[in-house]
RNA sequence: CGGGAUGUAGCGCAGCUUGGUAGCGUACUUCGUUCGGGACGAAGGGGCCGCAGGUUCAAAUCCUGUCAUCCCGACCA
């Protein structure tokens, strides 16, 4: 259709003001609602069953890799948080703590959970004894808190869902190869089911987690240029195990620290989702994990045989995907904007004439191409319309991130794309902390990852000039 | 936590300069006509103006404080 101009009132382009964009399309598809508790928002229903949907499938993923489902207590004792150095350092400026149970003050306080490493480590020194144990491949789903400065609907809550998968194993090989396995399943998730093309890599030690030995990120890039860390990681080594004592006899009936992972995604993702894919039109949510894949919207319903056959055509399309009906008395247009703005991959027109026709119209929310089908083979032109839907956002995400992403051999070349073009920036790197603190002071751009597809777009570093075999992906983040 | 902005009906806003007890658009309810890209008419309902103090005969309006939200930094998934 030729038909571009803005057709949902009260949502700010996003070329005018991208941040104001976001909110506009979290409050009009009501995704989130602010709440009286100060930094929690409300998931509203349409908001929370996308996350339904990404754990859905993301739980199928992980226990198709061995991992089972565990859920720890919400609160850790002040002393057990304080067990490894680094992680209490990273996480002590953001914990709640629980002071008082009823009246009484608590001879020794319990933070609320900022992340749940401890606890697992706490477990995982009880009950693993022998090699024969191992592997341990927990994960639990559940909500977390950091006592943050300021928050953004999905991209910083006070309280947020996640999934933290926690492994102890034998071997540092082992841990190694199940950090970089995760890895790759939430780059493949993300692919594959969101449609966001994503860098994976390593974070410098400046970056890393609290307490890892080593952290690898996926990095995909928002429609503002900005980047946004999407899932992590880690590997901690037996660092964990030596401040918790996980030990276990192995096979040569030798005590043996444990070397453990952990790796989370958050509904930050739903972020990304909607600043990778939306349009000034609203939401556009990749088939895979859209609440509604269909809306069904009957024209000129109250013509005799309309609504009735509409009902028809949704049940047989609710056997194989997940379709709404609306046959409230909006006008039509009305209905088709709303479900837009909503992000439905694809609309179903049924009216008189197409009941004549023994056909229906299929519109895509990608480019709102119509396609007139008939109801004898509308099951496979859905399922053929969304398959091409969820390529078409991958191939736009891509072409978007291609586009964003440019290279500079020089530091003046590197100020000017942070400042002027965004994304990401491609540069070599001494692997000096000095030199990521000095182009985070001077130009807001943070290393986001060390990209296992390495380049030599020169021999040294884009800061300091000496020696750098290096690339890093540079970019402002969220 | 620093700098800036904004809080008036679900949402978007006007009214504030010059105090006199609240209005517009949209959404909502009912009825009728409509219905293939946000339909039209008529009749209704809804707000002690973020909150708490103060000044005043009188405060949405002036003053102080506080809270929340947004933007830019710092911190972070």
Redesign the pocket.
Known sequence: ?A?EKK????ITPMGEDF??W??DII?KAQLVE?SGV??CMVIQPYGYAIWENIQKEMDRRFKETGVENVYMPMFIPESLLQREKDHVA?FA??VAWVTHGGNEKLPERLCVRPTSETLFCEHYANIVQSYRDLPKLYNQWCSVV?W??????F????E?L?QEGHTAHATQEEAQKRTIQMLNLYADFCETELAIPVVKGQKTDKEK??GAEKTYTIESLMHDGKAL?SG?SHNFGDGFAKAFDIKYLDENNELTYVHQTSW?M???IIGAIIMVHGDD?GLKLPPRIAPIQAVIIP????KEGVLERANELKEQLSKKFRVKIDDS??????????Y??RGVPI?I??????IEKNQA?I?SRVD?EKSFVSLDNIEEEVAKSLEKIQAQMLEAAQKNRDEKTSVAHNYDEFKQLVAEKGGFVKAMWCGDEACELKI?EET?ATSRCIPFEQETLSDTCVCCGKPASKMVYWG???
């Open positions: 259709m038909n057709l949902v009132q009260d941040a104001q976001y909110t409050k602010y100060k930094g990273g400026p953001e950091r943050e400065k300021t928050t953004r609907p991209l910083r809550h006070m947020f996640w987690f609290a860390q992590t989370g958050s509904t930050r039109a024209v000129a319903q109250h008395d909006k006008s039509p247009g009305w209905k088709f904007s709303e837009e703005m609309r027109e049924i009216g008189p004439k197409d119209v519109v709102r985070k807001t402002k983040a969220y």
